[in-house]
C-alpha cells in the first residue's frame, strides 16, 4: 500500500505526463468558506479558471531543463516525479509561501490556505524587493476558522503542484490515501512536510523531520533553484555565528514564555519540542520558563495544553514574554496581532501587574511559526534583540533598524532575491 502511495504522487507517471486528459468538471461543489469570504473565495476560483490561460499569468521556464523531467524524494511522499518545473501551484501553510518568494516562484501560486497569512513587513526592509504574491488574486482552501475544503476546488485550480502535505490532509481533514492518489494522478502531485514544525507526527507512517533549511532546500530543488536556499542559509549561518559568540552563560540569560492568549486563556508553549516552528529561540539560546511543564504546554507529548490561568503564569513568572504570530496584522480572528494586543490589555489588572515581564516592559509581538527563509532571517533578529537587547539593541516594531543594529546584511539578502527574479 505505501508503494502504491508513493507511486500515485508522481506527475507524469502516464504518456501525457500524468496530468490526465479529462479534467474533473466541479459539481456544484467548490468549497465550504465562512461569512463574506464565500463570494470572494468562489469569484476567485472562477477567476483563475482562465487566469492560465492569459499571457500575463503564464510562467515560461527560463532554460531548457524547466521542461525535462526529474524527480525530488522527501518524506512522506517518497520520490516525486516532475515532467516539468511547476508553473502552477497551491499551497496550504504560509511558510511555503515564504519559500516561494525567496526562490522567485511566487507569481506561480494561485491559491493558499488562509486569507490572513500574510505579512510584507520583512520584505519592506529589503531595498528592491517586493513580494511576487498577490492576496487579492488568490483563491483560499480555508476559511479563517480552518472550513474543509474539497478536492472539487483542486481540480478546478489546475495546479502542477500541491505544498500540502498528503499526512495533514489525513490527520486534520479526513482525506483518504485514495482521495490523494486521485489528486496526484490527475492533476498534480503532494509535496510537503507539515510536521518539521514542530516534530510531532502522531501517525504510523514512517515520517523524517527536516530542518528549515533542508525542507527549503528540498522546496528549491522542484524549482531548480535550491542554490539560493544555500546562499540564505550561508547568511544565517555566519548571523547565529556571532550572535552566539556573545551570549551571556546560560544561568545569566532571561528566562523566555512563548504564550499564546486568547479568550482570556494563557496557553504556554515550550522552545523545547523542537521542529523548525520555533527554532529561532533556540539558536539565540533562550532559557525555555516553561520547561518544567514541557510536557503540559501547547504540542507536549503529542497533545492540546492544559491552559495557565493567572495564578499559574504568574507562579512561572518568565523575565520575557513572547506572543507568537503577533506579527500578523490585526484580525478578529486568533493568532494574530489583536491576541497581542489583549494580552497588553492586563498590564494593569490586579494580579497581572506583578508579572515580571509586565514590570520590566519586556513584553513583545512574536513572529509566525509558519516561517520560511527569509522570515526566519528576520525572526532570528527579532528573537537576538528581544531577550538580548543590551547585547544586540533593542527590538523595533517596525523592524526598521539603522545598520549598525542590524544583525544580517539586507543588501546581500535582497541581492540573492534580486537574482531569481
Given at each position: ?16 505526463g ?11 461543489r ?11 473565495a ?12 492569459s ?5 515560461i ?46 507569481s506561480k ?12 513587513g520583512?520584505?519592506?526592509q ?65 509535496f510537503?512536510?507539515?510536521y ?15 530542518s528549515l ?42 528566562r523566555v514564555?512563548?504564550?499564546y ?15 523548525f516552528?520555533q ?11 516553561f520547561?518544567s ?7 507536549g ?16 513568572d ?7 504570530f503577533?506579527?500578523y ?5 486568533g ?36 516561517q520560511g ?8 533578529e ?10 544586540f ?13 542590524q ?15
Amino acid at each position: 500500500m505505501r508503494r502504491a502511495l508513493l507511486l500515485s504522487f508522481w506527475l507524469g507517471a502516464n504518456e501525457n505526463g500524468g496530468r490526465g486528459l479529462t479534467m474533473k468538471p466541479a459539481r456544484g461543489r467548490v468549497a465550504i468558506f465562512g461569512g463574506a469570504l464565500c463570494g470572494a473565495a468562489a469569484l476567485a476560483v472562477l477567476g483563475l479558471l482562465t487566469w492560465h490561460e492569459s499571457p500575463a499569468f503564464r510562467t515560461i521556464g527560463r532554460n531548457a531543463r524547466d521542461d525535462a523531467p526529474y524527480s525530488v524524494t522527501m518524506s512522506p511522499m517518497g520520490e516525486v516525479r516532475f515532467p516539468r518545473v511547476p508553473r502552477r501551484a497551491v499551497t496550504l501553510d504560509a511558510n511555503y509561501n515564504d519559500m516561494l518568494t525567496a526562490l522567485g516562484e511566487g507569481s506561480k501560486l494561485v491559491a493558499t490556505g488562509y486569507q490572513n497569512n500574510f505579512y510584507d513587513g520583512f520584505y519592506n526592509q529589503l531595498n528592491g524587493v517586493r513580494p511576487d504574491i498577490d492576496p487579492r488574486r488568490l483563491a483560499f482552501l480555508s476559511s479563517g476558522g480552518g472550513g474543509m475544503f474539497d478536492k472539487e476546488l483542486l481540480y478546478s485550480l489546475h495546479a502542477d503542484v500541491h505544498h500540502i502535505d498528503p499526512l495533514q490532509l489525513a490527520a486534520s481533514r479526513g482525506w483518504s490515501e485514495s482521495d490523494v492518489q486521485e489528486i496526484a494522478h490527475n492533476v498534480g502531485p503532494f509535496f510537503a512536510n507539515r510536521y518539521s514544525r514542530d516534530n510531532n507526527y502522531q501517525g504510523n507512517k514512517h515520517y523524517e523531520y527536516y530542518s528549515l533549511w533542508e525542507l527549503s532546500a528540498k522546496v528549491g530543488e522542484v524549482y531548480h533553484r535550491a542554490d539560493t536556499i544555500a546562499r540564505l542559509q550561508a547568511v544565517y549561518q555566519e548571523m547565529v555565528g556571532r550572535i552566539q559568540s556573545k551570549l551571556p552563560a546560560v544561568e545569566k540569560r532571561p528566562r523566555v514564555g512563548l504564550i499564546y492568549y486568547a479568550n482570556q486563556r494563557f496557553t504556554p508553549y515550550s522552545i523545547g519540542h523542537g521542529g523548525f516552528g520555533q527554532a529561532q529561540y533556540r539558536d539565540v539560546g533562550a532559557r525555555d520558563a516553561f520547561e518544567s511543564i514541557a510536557a503540559n504546554t501547547y504540542g507536549g507529548s503529542g497533545g492540546a495544553s492544559a491552559a495557565l490561568d493567572k495564578e499559574g503564569l504568574l507562579a512561572l513568572d518568565p523575565d520575557v514574554v513572547i506572543v507568537p504570530f503577533a506579527i500578523y496584522p490585526l484580525t478578529k480572528a486568533g493568532t494574530s496581532r489583536a491576541d497581542f494586543d489583549r494580552l497588553m490589555e492586563l498590564r494593569n489588572d490586579p494580579l497581572l501587574q506583578r508579572l515580571r515581564a509586565f514590570r520590566s516592559g519586556r513584553v513583545y509581538p512574536g513572529g509566525t511559526p509558519l516561517q520560511g527563509p527569509v522570515f526566519y532571517l528576520f525572526q532570528v533578529e527579532m528573537a537576538a534583540k528581544e531577550i538580548y537587547p543590551e547585547l544586540f539593541g533593542p527590538y523595533h516594531d517596525d523592524q526598521k533598524y539603522p545598520s549598525n543594529e542590524q544583525l544580517f546584511d539586507r543588501n546581500r539578502v535582497a541581492e540573492i532575491l534580486k537574482d531569481e527574479r
